[in-house]
């Protein structure tokens, strides 16, 4: 059929489709004309879904679909009420189950739907289904090629591990088929290549599988290819017994689930089993350990069991032994040793071949020397001891000061076998522990002729050395120092009583002593189990004090001006200089320089003194003082200013004249004065506020009383008026003032308040003149 063909068809079902002008009481909605469906649909996919809806509600309306084609793939499912709207119903035409569509056979199916309501006429509607072509099968590039596609795996795989997918997508209806059967692979429905069952073995070398396989979808398409399976060898070891086949003979009676003996094989995640006897009698295995217990309690019995190891993961890789069992039925005893376990405490001074214990054992009948000794334990434990006979012996030295005996703890422990002769042997275990403990074989030692070197300006607590004191005992160099005489004026040094640290704890003078020899004893500790043995040694030191330059003395301040009023009688002090050297306790000299005229100062030591002699007007004289440090060629010396204002107790003021006069022009002096402001902090300023306030209120309290004390209560001022009484009161107080100064005449002498200096005011000029 061509274009135009298919279009003429396409129009013709579009003209069947378009609806009548009749009225009709029932409907069917929603119903589409024409529907496409590809051959590939799965059963039960919905074509189309209608809507029935009636005018009466009394019952659900009668739905049916019929065909051109009696044997049509579809189906129509009961219609159901609608929940919201009772006069409408649901229908649903779907591809009912096993349904297999074909394009090639059928492409075009016309469906009729007919709806009955009660009490209505039927109503029927056509719907077309148009089936189309689906997707065609093919299988993958390497599947297809002539060798196949290539698989490799381990022999280590798991059982049932998948390894191929012959379809990576596959489609709906698709049947796999393996045309070889003669290989241990497994093909699922689903196209999955499986490994065997029981896993590869891992025995064998490379192996190789080829599976030829045809895949074919419902519609008879088909594609085939080729897989093939590359094992290869696995890297893990194999499973198996290191002996084929072994005896084992139980000495005496053995009571229930008691352990005989045990299997082992090499290999990974190794699992154990009796294979024969199927159902063993007198014994039983451990899956996991391989221990071989007893059932129950056996005086006489002999067995051969059949033992297989295997690996959980692969069952295909496993060995066997054969293991054959014998009960004697003799109650043979171990022997008995006394003591049972040995404990001791050994100097490192032990020497060797000395005996720490001797065993007692019995449990051997017959001949004598039927025992035998042996020692069991550590590499450590079996150098140190051996066993000569029943005596434990040392075989090398204890030393407690040795790496080797400290690595292990200063403790040996081990286990002494002791084995009866006979069929089968018999034996006990005695085990050992012993303790070596520390002697104190050496005396320390220190470096003879230690030399350090100290500055004599060295502050109190200033280092100087450090004492390298050994001592060959462990712990190591554990010392502790001590100064012969210890400290004071002939050795002004001490010892650190731990590390051996030589400190300055006074003064130094290279003019008195220009070396100091000092003795140090050291004394080991902590060396020996008792704590009273101990080792000491003298070691000399030799410390040198070397000389500093005297620096000039430091005067503070180096410039000071000075105010005094000049008083009749003996000296009189007028400051005191505060000069330090440059070492404690140096010894400083004072003397004038320069500016004493007429010699009115004199220094007494570093004070200095002003010498009245009735200045008659005020004068300043600007002092030279020297201040000499140290003593003989070394010393250093320095200057301080002094600038002195003296004034006259009393000075007569000159009458007030005219008089011009020239003044000779002098050397300008420039004096630095020097003022010490207190800064007080935030707090002290709060308190001292909070502190005023409370005073002052204090104080008004205080005068409220006197004020209330003193006036009488019920008397009042007759016969005198309000101003009466305060002329009088002024009266009062002129008197008491007129009275106050005819008693003591003001010379002009004052005070600042501010900085606490005297000074002389002058009530005609108002000029203050300082003192």
């Not at 297809?144 to 798991?158: C, H, K, M, N, P």
């Not at 025995?203 to 088909?222: S, Y």
Request: proline share 8%; hydrophobic share 35%.
């Amino acid at each position: 059929m061509g274009m135009h063909g298919r279009l003429t068809f396409l129009l013709l079902l579009l003209s069947l489709c378009a609806p009548g002008t009749f009225v009709r009481a029932a409907a069917l909605l929603d119903l589409p004309c024409m529907v496409t469906l590809s051959e590939d649909a799965a059963p039960g996919t919905s074509v189309a879904e209608v809507t029935v809806s009636c005018s009466n509600t009394s019952d659900s309306p009668n739905v049916t679909l019929h065909g051109t084609e009696p044997s049509h793939p579809f189906s129509l499912i009961t219609s159901s009420s609608d929940p919201v709207a009772n006069t409408t119903f649901q229908a649903e035409v779907t591809l009912h189950a096993g349904a297999e569509l074909s394009a090639h056979e059928v492409n075009l199916y016309t469906l009729t739907l007919r709806a009955t309501c009660p009490g209505e006429d039927k109503v029927e509607k056509q719907l077309f289904v148009w089936v189309k072509g689906g997707q065609v099968l093919r299988c993958d590039a390497p599947f297809t090629s002539a060798e196949g596609d290539v698989v490799r795996v381990l022999a280590d795989v798991a059982p049932r591990t998948p390894l191929y997918a012959v379809m990576p997508q596959p489609l709906g209806g698709l049947t796999f088929r393996l045309r070889n059967h003669n290989t241990p692979l497994v093909l699922t429905h689903q196209g999955l290549v499986l490994a065997p069952a029981s896993g590869f073995d891992p025995r064998k070398g490379t192996q190789t599988f080829r599976l030829e396989i045809e895949v074919m979808d419902r519609k008879g398409h088909n594609c085939s290819g080729a897989v093939r399976v590359e094992v290869l060898p696995s890297c893990r070891p194999c499973v198996s017994f290191l002996e084929p086949q072994q005896a084992v003979t139980v000495p005496g009676v053995i009571g229930p689930l008691e352990v005989v003996t045990q299997v082992r094989a090499s290999g990974d995640n190794v699992r154990y089993a009796i294979l024969a006897p199927t159902a063993p009698t007198f014994f039983t295995i451990d899956e996991m350990t391989g221990k071989i217990h007893s059932t129950h309690r056996l005086e006489v019995a002999q067995e051969q069991l059949l033992v297989q190891a295997y690996n959980e993961l692969h069952p295909a890789d496993h060995d066997t032994t054969m293991l054959n069992i014998t009960v004697q039925g003799k109650d043979q005893r171990e022997p008995s040793c006394v003591p049972a376990i040995f404990v001791s405490q050994v100097p490192e001074t032990e020497l060797p071949g000395s005996t720490l214990v001797t065993l007692r054992c019995t449990g051997c009948k017959g001949a004598e020397g039927c025992l035998h000794y042996a020692l069991e334990g550590p590499p450590a434990s079996r150098s140190h001891f051996r066993m000569e006979g029943p005596q434990l012996q040392v075989s090398t030295t204890l030393d407690y000061d040795s790496k080797a005996v400290a690595t292990v703890g200063f403790q040996f422990t081990a286990t002494i076998v002791v084995t009866a002769g006979g069929q089968p042997p018999r034996s006990t275990r005695v085990p050992m522990l012993v303790t070596v403990t520390p002697v104190n074989e050496f005396t320390p030692v220190c470096p003879n002729g230690t030399t350090f070197t100290v500055p004599e300006t060295a502050a109190f607590g200033s280092a100087v050395g450090f004492i390298a004191g050994t001592d060959r005992d462990y712990p190591p160099d554990s010392l502790e120092y001590s100064l012969e005489g210890g400290p004071g004026p002939e050795q002004p040094f001490s010892v650190d009583v731990h590390t051996g640290e030589i400190r300055v704890v006074g003064p130094l003078d290279s003019r008195q002593h220009k070396s100091y020899r000092l003795t140090v004893r050291l004394t080991d500790t902590r060396n020996d189990l008792d704590p009273a043995k101990q080792r000491s040694c003298l070691c000399s030191v030799t410390v040198h004090v070397q000389a500093v330059l005297d620096q000039a003395p430091v005067c503070t301040p180096e410039v000071q001006e000075l105010w005094i009023t000049a008083r009749s009688g003996s000296r009189q002090p007028v400051t005191r200089l505060a000069c330090q050297g440059s070492r404690d306790g140096t010894t400083l000299t004072y003397s004038i320089a320069g500016g004493n005229e007429d010699g009115r100062f004199q220094l007494e030591g570093n004070t200095i003194l002003y010498l009245p002699n009735n200045l008659p007007e005020p004068r300043t004289f600007v002092l030279l003082v020297e201040v000499w440090g140290g003593s003989g060629a070394s010393r250093r010396s320095t200057v301080v200013a002094l600038v002195v204002h003296i004034t006259p107790r009393s000075t007569p003021m000159p009458p007030s004249t005219t008089t011009q006069r020239t003044t000779p022009l002098k050397e300008r002096l420039v004096v630095t004065r020097m003022e010490a402001v207190w800064h007080p902090p935030a707090w002290f300023v709060a308190v001292l506020t909070v502190s005023g306030a409370l005073l002052l209120a204090a104080l008004g309290c205080m005068a409220q009383r006197l004020l209330c004390s003193n006036r009488a209560p019920g008397k009042l001022l007759l016969g005198k008026s309000p101003w009466d009484v305060v002329e009088q009161k002024g009266n009062e107080v002129e008197q008491g003032s007129s009275h106050a100064s005819s008693l003591e005449q003001f010379d002009g002498r004052a005070q600042d308040p501010r900085t606490g200096r005297d000074y002389l005011f002058n009530s005609k000029t108002g000029a203050r003149r300082w003192i």
